[in-house]
């Protein structure tokens, strides 16, 4: 299996390479050459295993150049049992007739990027050993939130690697703020930047482009890598557990085998579910992909319209992680539902950049349309979801999976299809303890985040977490602070 750039499909590389140089460089994402197929037969051969065994056989597929001893220890590596607070990974939950909550929060920063975050680095050290990369990896990372913490603790003293973390400053929740400022270790730094999650992603996009920077780098053994869910070793993770999350639904005898489901998931980057699209176009039968947004609801009217206008409002929204309005996935999904056209897409990247807008329309919006669903919550609706669903159900859920919760409803309503549904919910309510207790007691509480941890343990039963309750009377370490401008100076300050 060989991997092309969305804006440069004559040029082929193995999987390793990709991994390693997480962007192309001329700035087009990497893709699969072509999907591998899960036929009826492959995924009954899978039913019963474990969530391990199923992503050996996943990952497998994709990373034809990596032996399977490598990618079983890369699995053994990051899907260990005291990295992960459930035996089962991304267990799912039933909260109500059809609805399925797939709980992807219990790896160690609480957040589903953990999911990929846990394991590529196992990937980037096996691809440097076995492709003799004489250089070190500077993973570059922008984060709305929850990429940065997940990077940080995959990366944190792995040989050969060292990571720079960079985050909108007051852009982030206090407690993904705090989970970042103590990181430890020593090949990390992490850096606020005075802007939000945008400039920070263009930023750290521009550098990945910077030749002279790339020079310097390399005279000083360096090659720059990303963490993002631009990089492919980010994608192909996240493809097992939607995989898994049908298994599942088999192995309960809530389906049988073919029969459809939907996926909801909260969207900001939109590498989550594009990687659930993967999943249905290898063959697992999902019906409809229903994107849900906050106020920053540019898929929304994207997936309604075929126009992306990226020149509007800019929200800080309780879900913080989804405020985004530049969504650097959907450039792969725009490469296949234009029937895989390089040039179209740097036609529309390049309108994207200098107008801050583009279309699709003919056959590209039809096949949109045809997959996806898109709806949004605003700040109201998504605290009303919280307590209804604590009230209705007994479940406590972060403010990012009520955003899904809402839309779905929307979605059941609007087009009355009632199709068995998987939500994604990709944190722990632990990471917004604040909005989450207003939200379900209607009161603002005037306490630390630890005494908001507490509270949020006697109302929802649940445990804390504990990365999240050992921050307490850890060091600050970090607090740099630089303007947008000088982003690269504080890479070469390194
Ligand atoms: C990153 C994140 C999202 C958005 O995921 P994308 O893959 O960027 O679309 C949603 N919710 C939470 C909690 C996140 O951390």
Redesign the pocket.
């Known amino acids: 299996m060989k991997y092309l750039s969305t804006r440069n499909s004559k040029n082929l590389l193995p999987s390793m390479e990709v991994i390693k140089q997480g962007i192309s460089p001329e700035g087009g994402l990497f893709v699969p050459q072509d999907l591998p197929k899960l036929s009826f037969d492959d995924l009954s051969s899978m039913q019963g295993s474990s969530y391990q065994q199923r992503a050996v056989k996943i990952l497998s597929l994709f990373l034809s150049d990596f032996s399977s001893d490598d990618i079983e220890l890369c699995v053994k590596s990051a899907y260990r049992d005291d990295n992960f607070s459930s035996p089962k990974i991304a267990p799912l939950v039933k909260i109500e007739d059809k609805l399925y909550i797939q709980e992807l ?1 219990h790896g160690p920063t609480s ?3 953990d999911m990929a975050l846990q394991i590529l680095p196992h990937f980037m050290t096996t691809a440097i050993k076995n492709t003799g990369e004489d250089k070190e990896i500077l993973i570059l990372t922008a984060t ?4 940065g913490k997940a990077a940080l603790e995959g990366f944190k003293d792995v040989d050969g690697t060292h990571i720079i973390v960079f985050y909108p400053n007051n852009g982030v929740s206090a407690m993904q703020h705090l989970q970042m400022a103590t990181q430890e270790g020593g090949n990390v730094k992490v850096v606020a930047v005075e802007g939000n999650f945008d400039d920070t992603q263009t930023g750290v996009k521009n550098i990945f482009g910077n030749q002279a920077v790339i020079e310097i780098l390399a005279q000083k053994g360096f090659q720059f890598s990303s963490a993002n ?1 631009i990089n492919w070793g980010r994608l192909v993770p996240q493809i097992v557990y939607y995989v898994s999350a049908y298994l599942d639904l088999l192995d309960k005898n809530e389906v049988s085998m073919g029969d459809p489901f939907n996926i909801v ?10 990687a659930a699209y993967y999943a249905k176009c290898m063959g697992i039968p999902i019906n409809k992909l229903i994107c849900a947004s906050n106020d920053n609801n540019v898929l929304t009217e994207f997936i309604k319209t075929g126009r992306y206008d990226r020149k509007r409002e800019f929200y800080k929204t309780i ?1 913080p ?2 405020d ?1 309005l530049i ?1 650097s ?1 959907l450039e792969r999904l725009l490469f296949e539902i234009s029937g895989r056209d390089d040039k179209k897409i740097i036609s529309l990247m390049n309108a994207l950049r200098e107008k801050g807008e583009y279309s699709i329309e003919g056959e590209s919006l039809v096949r949109l349309q045809s997959n996806f669903w898109g709806g949004w919550a605003s700040t109201k609706e998504t605290l009303s979801t919280i307590k209804n669903v604590y009230n209705n159900f007994g479940y406590t859920m ?1 403010p ?2 009520a955003v899904g919760k809402w839309v779905h409803e929307l979605y059941v309503k609007e087009t009355g299809d009632d199709t068995l549904t998987v939500l994604a919910s ?2 722990s309510p632990f ?1 917004f303890p604040g909005d989450v207790i207003r939200a379900i007691t209607g009161k603002s509480p005037d306490k630390n985040e630890w005494e908001l941890l507490d509270d949020l343990k006697e109302l929802s039963n649940m445990e804390i977490p504990k990365p999240l309750s050992n921050i307490t009377g850890k060091p600050v370490l970090h607090k740099d602070v630089c303007k947008k401008e000088d982003m690269v100076k504080a890479v070469l300050s390194y």
């Not at 709305?144 to 990429?147: C, P």
């Not at 998931?265 to 594009?274: M, R």
């Open positions: 929060w957040a589903f990027k709305s939130g929850d990429t869910s998931v909260p969207t900001g980057n939109f590498g989550n579910i594009l879900s992680s989804m985004i969504s996935n972060d990012h999976t990709t944190a990471k």
